[in-house]
């Protein structure tokens, strides 16, 4: 187990680029298993989680070039189902939450897809029903093995249905359209999950020769295809670090310019940022973000404590509220954290109290946190890091406080976060990994 030792206190200034989107990368990736052609992707992040999938298609027989810092190339022309039955990849593919989006894929081109439990963030329950029941609509047939906790799913001729999603679960959307695209005749998803992630899969699936209208909305309409061939792809800059950049910034009374961040493409992000009284500036398509010494939280029209709460896009995403609790410690003002769709998101904020932070956790959804408007910094302490993004909200936390604090378990933050520590060096922080 790896931790960061954070000096904290340090104005940072400077330029940074955010790297390709890491749940685009998760979809991408498991896209290249639907053809045998080339596909070449771009602005991959060198994090943890992408990388151990490229592992695992690559042990699945999918070959894998890496053409650039940031491109690589896939061919899919001799996928190994017989590895799919062992213990190796069961293993490996648990390892991720991502992984879930090799079986739409898998079946849509085989016929046949297995996965044991897939990892991910503990952030409570994370049902994959969606997943399921939009396979069996096509036709697929779904069994569980309780006893070794494996999902099988098999269906040679997948056929086009009407679907009314249960809940738009953006990785379930992914895998039924990965599955759709090759399934005879229309299918139509509707309540489907529509992150930009989503858009971007969409968008090379259609220039992989697929026929899915409605992008970006919560319809998809799909009119099957018999194959796909290969595309190049990009990927958006990741608008989690992007948020959670602007976050930093706040906290630590920096002067940051996020570089060629896709502005368009960030939805509520940016005005929720700007509620708490963060000033961003667009400058073309980068975002400055001026040092401020204090930043006020806005209050509703009548003048009611503000809520910030995640909502399925266009909503606010509820990967950035751990960054939006951690940035209000030093604001001035109220507000009330509601993390709707996780359980067990919020119970970081134990260790942002330890350091003096002041907040009240009503329930396990919802956090009030009174801003201490810099009065009294944050202490620096001792703390693991939870989850991908309390652990970033800690190294938030960490760099705006007095002291030294220690961040342990940081692979949970380098699943995400691509060397994150020596871009934040660079901008002037000082960050040690110690292993
Ligand atoms: C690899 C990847 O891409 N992971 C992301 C993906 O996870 P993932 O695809 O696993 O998350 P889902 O969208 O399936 O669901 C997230 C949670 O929200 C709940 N839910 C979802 C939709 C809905 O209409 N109502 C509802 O309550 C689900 O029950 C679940 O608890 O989307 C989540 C929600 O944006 C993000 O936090 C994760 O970072
Ligand atoms: C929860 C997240 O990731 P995962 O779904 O991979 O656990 C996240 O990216 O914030």
Redesign the pocket.
Same mark, same amino acid.
């Given at each position: 187990m790896s931790s960061f030792r954070v000096k904290g206190g340090l104005k940072l200034k400077g330029e940074i680029t955010p790297q390709g989107a890491?749940?685009e990368a998760?979809?991408i990736l498991c896209a290249v298993l639907l053809t045998p052609e080339k596909i070449t992707i771009n602005k991959i992040p060198n994090i943890r989680?992408v990388n151990k999938l490229i592992d695992l298609l690559s042990d699945m027989g999918v070959k894998v070039d890496k053409t650039g810092p940031e491109s690589y190339t896939f061919k899919a022309d001799q996928v190994d189902l017989k590895y799919l039955d062992t213990e190796d990849f069961l293993q490996k593919a648990s390892a991720?939450?991502?992984s879930?989006?090799i079986l739409g894929p898998l079946l849509a081109r085989f016929g046949t897809g297995r996965l044991s439990k897939p990892g991910?963030?503990k952030?409570?329950?994370?049902?994959?029903d969606?997943h399921f029941t939009g396979f069996q609509k096509l036709g697929a047939e779904f069994h569980y093995d309780n006893k070794r906790e494996i999902y099988h799913i098999d269906g040679k001729n997948l056929k086009g249905a009407y679907m009314l999603l249960d809940?738009?679960?953006?990785?379930?959307?992914?895998n039924i359209v990965m599955a759709a695209v090759l399934a005879e005749g229309k299918t139509t998803i509707y309540?489907a999950?529509c &992150?930009p992630?989503l858009q971007q899969l969409c968008e090379m699936l259609n220039r992989m020769g697929a026929k899915i209208t409605g992008i970006g909305s919560n319809l998809l309409n799909i009119e099957g295809v018999k194959s796909l061939k290969g595309t190049e792809h990009t990927l958006l800059p990741d608008m989690?670090e992007i948020g959670s950049f602007i976050g930093l910034a706040a906290m630590t009374q920096s002067e940051i310019t996020i570089k060629d961040a896709q502005i368009h493409r960030l939805g509520i992000i940016p005005d929720t940022f700007r509620r708490m009284g963060i000033n961003l500036e667009f400058r073309g398509d980068d975002i400055y973000i001026p040092a401020q010494k204090h930043y006020i939280i806005d209050t509703f029209i009548d003048g009611s404590i503000l809520t910030i709460a995640?909502a399925?896009?266009p909503g606010f995403?509820?990967?950035l509220l751990s960054i939006v609790l951690v940035t209000a410690t030093q604001a001035k003002g109220t507000v009330l954290v509601h993390q709707?769709?996780? &359980?067990s998101r919020l119970f970081f904020v134990d260790k942002l109290i330890d350091m003096g932070a002041q907040i009240i956790l009503c329930d396990p959804h919802r956090a009030t946190v009174i801003g201490l408007d810099r009065k009294y910094p944050l202490r620096g302490i001792r703390m693991t890091s939870p989850d991908i993004r309390a652990g970033v909200a800690l190294l938030i936390a960490a760099l705006s406080a007095e002291g030294t604090s220690v961040i342990d378990n940081i692979e949970q933050i380098d699943r995400g976060y691509q060397y994150i520590d020596q871009r934040l060096n660079a901008l002037g922080a000082d960050i040690v990994r110690i292993d």
């Open positions: 890491k749940n998760l979809q989680d991720l939450r991502g879930v989006m991910g963030d952030i409570g329950r994370r049902r994959m969606t809940e738009a679960s953006v990785t379930g959307t992914a309540n999950a &992150e992630y989690i995640d399925i896009w995403t509820p990967d709707k769709m996780f &359980e």
